[in-house]
């Protein structure tokens, strides 16, 4: 029995079996229009994250939750009930945002207001795309992480349609966003542990 175990028994124990288990990691495509590209650029993020093996990565579908328009109907719909819960689920996210006028999707957004707690006191990460990087819509999404106490991490692959796409189509990723994807996970399997901590 170690020095720690003496000292506190049951509880310091728990503490270690807290940090080795594994985190649930939501990828969450932020589009969800037809045609669109986010769900090539979520299964390359997912394909590096499976192989680090630090944490449990699962492809979040916006669209498979059939969300209304939020306030437009009574709440009674089971995706909002579906959303929350598998947000309730996760421990960190990675945003797969794209830029619309700017911004994030009316679709991403509308899925951010319907939940609260199930975000709370979580760590996210952004990778986003478009003429410029995404970078303005990712901006925007910092803005409403600090409302949601989504702690999103530093590090941010930004993608571009000219040059990480063929047509803006076939997403065709340059090498260099490699380590900048791996730097990013690290940060919000991190984050995500040390927030598990406060919840
Ligand atoms: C309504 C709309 C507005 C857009 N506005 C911008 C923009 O402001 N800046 C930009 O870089 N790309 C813009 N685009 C291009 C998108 O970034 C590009 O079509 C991207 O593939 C969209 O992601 P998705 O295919 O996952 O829907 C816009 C696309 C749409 C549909």
Excluded at 127 to 132: K, N, P
Aim: glycine share 10%.
């Amino acid at each position: 029995m170690g020095l720690l175990d003496k000292l506190f028994g049951k509880s310091s124990k728990e503490e270690g079996s807290m940090t080795t288990e594994k985190l649930n990691i939501g990828i969450i495509l932020g589009s969800t229009r037809q045609g669109r590209v986010s769900p090539q650029v979520g299964e390359w993020v997912k394909d590096i994250a499976d192989k680090r093996g630090d944490a449990k990565y699962e492809i979040v579908d916006i669209s498979d939750y059939n969300l209304p328009f939020l306030g437009t109907t009574d709440g009674t719909e089971p995706g909002i009930a579906a959303w929350n819960e598998k947000l309730a689920n996760l421990d960190g996210f990675v945003f797969i945002v794209q830029e619309y006028n700017h911004s994030i999707t009316g679709a991403l957004k509308n899925a951010l207001d319907f939940a609260r707690e199930a975000w709370n006191n979580k760590a996210a990460g952004i990778v986003s795309y478009g003429s410029t990087g995404g970078a303005r819509a990712a901006e925007h999404l910092r803005g409403i992480c600090g409302e949601l106490k989504i702690a999103d991490v530093r590090t941010h692959p930004t993608l571009s349609l000219f040059t990480d796409f063929e047509n803006g189509t076939d997403f065709k990723p340059q090498s260099i966003h490699l380590d900048n994807v791996n730097a990013m996970l690290s940060e919000v399997v991190e984050w995500s542990r040390a927030l598990k901590t406060v919840r």
